[in-house]
């Protein structure tokens, strides 16, 4: 598979797995919450593309697009979700508390960066050449540890990539009402380059991340990647409460797929697409058929 | 004879040595300051790569330490007072306590938070409280509290490189000053470890040649020196025989040399400087009730009054539990005990 059809290839299986979890939740397959990543998946492909496989990615309660784009496997994550004993974690941590690798992530906001600042310095001392990824909404810069990491992360030159995908609304709040002053200016308050793009198209943000990825390994030292993006889904499972129109508006506009479709032959998009809708509907059986956790339910 | 800030210094100084992987985390903890109560004096001369002075942010270095824990280093945290700790508490339950669990046992966090609690210095309300109670019961913590019997150095050189899961290492104030109780400077007492536990030791103190003892004195910290004072008032002016049971680890808590002397003399005194409601020594009330019944007969615990803790010296004396508290709560049960 070439690398343009790869990275479509991770946008679909994104795009297909949350389909199916949101589906899925309303015919009972799976209980609890979740927070998909409709929308967003460009983000998420066009970062970790460009990591190595050694290198780190701290995620967040948004955590399924990160995860898949690591080379997670569909199969096990949606056992997680489902609380099977063949999930990520066994079904202990559900849809915000994955670990595979080097993957990590928390339903906590603003919990992973610090978090993610100690293991970059931890991997630096010990001679390790990784970085680490963080990804954070524009939801988690209200909390106060996410200031006390950028200062650690600056101050102490941990080799990180801090992503900010900023999606312009935290659950049902715009950020305009949660956010004072600019993003940018926030992080450039503590000395950390940021490099800002608004846009859903996955080559703009691979091309601006690979560079990124370079200099941060090279001068191991923090920058930040801020990825304006748009939530196509509810923040949970029912909850949007944005106009209709908006939202269609920005499916119309932002869609990763569509826009990354035009670098592709029709008939290997479509390949791809009836790869992955198999692959992720196996995934889904496989894991439907995996037994539960702690018994039957 | 050494002090106890001696000893913690030196399970630090060792355990950096030993291991490659200890770093050390804290605010103002550098030479030659050395921290607050100079517990780590010395150290940043002796390591400068792995010693680290971090801003004024509790939050951020505990989720910080836990990242590196995560990553193969053995982090260990100062922070300044034990009030602060509320600061590190997100990152402590909601991060560092849960990961090895909440990833399935993939991953260990070892982590020591050490901090001073207690009062009696005149630091007003919040810088003088014992908030390690707030801490018992997460999941995946463990508290330990040193004292001046056994080996405080080593209890903490061992929560260091022994332990792979976060640890709560809580100093007393006053004890930083006080000699260090083995078993030859215990002098009229017998200190001998009991129990199971082999780590995070317990002690029974008795005194030698008196009566088989009808009174459990249940302590930790730096009220186990006030313990060990009131067991000899209550042996010499009251004539009340009692033994001390001292707890190293308060959580997860084994009970078991507690029950096994209460077994033995039928009533119970727990003695803590923490506030009295849902304490540490309700949770051992409760476990006594549990497993022993009857056999309890009488139980009071000597705990703080529920205010701030003030920063007058009179009034700060009246709010914390004393010598005094302990006899009279002993006097209390042992009118039960003669009735």
Sequence with gaps: MTDALALYRSLVLIRRFEETILAEYRRGAFSGTTHTYLGQEANAVGVISNLEPDDIVVSNHRCHGHFLAYGGDPRALFGELMGRVTGVCGGRGGSQHLHWRNFYSNGILGSTLPLAVGIALAEKMQGRQTITAVFAGDGALGEGSVYEAFNFASLWQAPLLIVIENNHIAQTTPTNQAMSGSLAGRLAAFGIPAYELDTSDVTEISSAAQPLIASIRREQRPQALILNTARFGPHSKSDDTRPAELVDELRRTRDPLALYSRHIQPELKNEVDVEVDALVRAAFEQALADPPAGGAN | ?339
């Design chain 2, 1 to 339: 004879m050494t002090a106890v800030l001696d000893a913690l210094t030196n399970g630090l100084q060792r355990a950096l040595s030993d291991d490659p992987h200890v770093v050390l985390l804290g605010e103002d903890i550098l030479d030659p300051y050395g921290g607050a109560f100079k517990v780590t004096r010395g150290l940043s001369s002796a390591f400068p790569e792995r010693v680290l002075a971090t801003p004024v942010s509790e939050a951020g270095m505990t989720g910080l330490a836990a990242g590196m824990a995560l990553r193969g280093l053995r982090p260990v945290v100062e922070i300044m007072f034990g009030d602060f700790s509320t600061l590190a508490v997100d990152s402590l339950v909601n991060t560092a306590a849960k990961l090895r669990w909440m990833y399935n046992e993939q991953v260990s966090v070892p982590l020591v938070l050490r901090t001073p609690m207690g009062g009696r210095r005149g630091y007003g309300p919040t810088h003088s409280q014992s908030l390690e109670k707030i801490f018992l019961g997460i999941p995946g913590l463990k508290v330990v509290a040193a004292s001046h019997f056994g080996d405080p150095g080593e209890l903490l050189y061992r929560a260091i490189l022994q332990q792979d899961d976060p640890v709560l290492f809580v100093e007393h104030k006053l004890l930083y000053g006080l000699q260090v109780v083995d078993a030859a400077a215990a002098a009229d007492f017998a200190v001998e470890r009991v129990g199971s536990a082999e780590i995070f030791p317990a002690y029974r103190l008795a005194m030698r040649g008196a009566p088989a003892p009808t009174l459990t004195l249940a302590a930790y910290g730096y009220m186990t020196e006030l313990a060990r004072q009131a067991l000899v008032k209550l042996a010499y002016e009251h004539e009340i025989f009692a033994e001390l049971i001292v707890l190293t680890q308060l959580a997860p808590l084994d009970a078991a040399p507690v029950l096994e002397s209460v077994i033995r003399t039928g009533h119970l005194l727990t003695v803590e400087e923490g506030t009295l409601s849902a304490g540490w020594g309700a949770e051992i009330l409760a476990r006594c009730a549990e497993t022993l019944g009857g056999q309890l007969k009488a139980a009071r615990r000597v705990a703080a009054v529920e205010t701030p803790i003030p920063a007058a010296a009179g009034l700060e004396r009246s709010s914390l539990p004393d010598v005094d508290d302990i006899l009279h709560a002993a006097e209390t049960i042992g009118a039960q005990l003669h009735a």
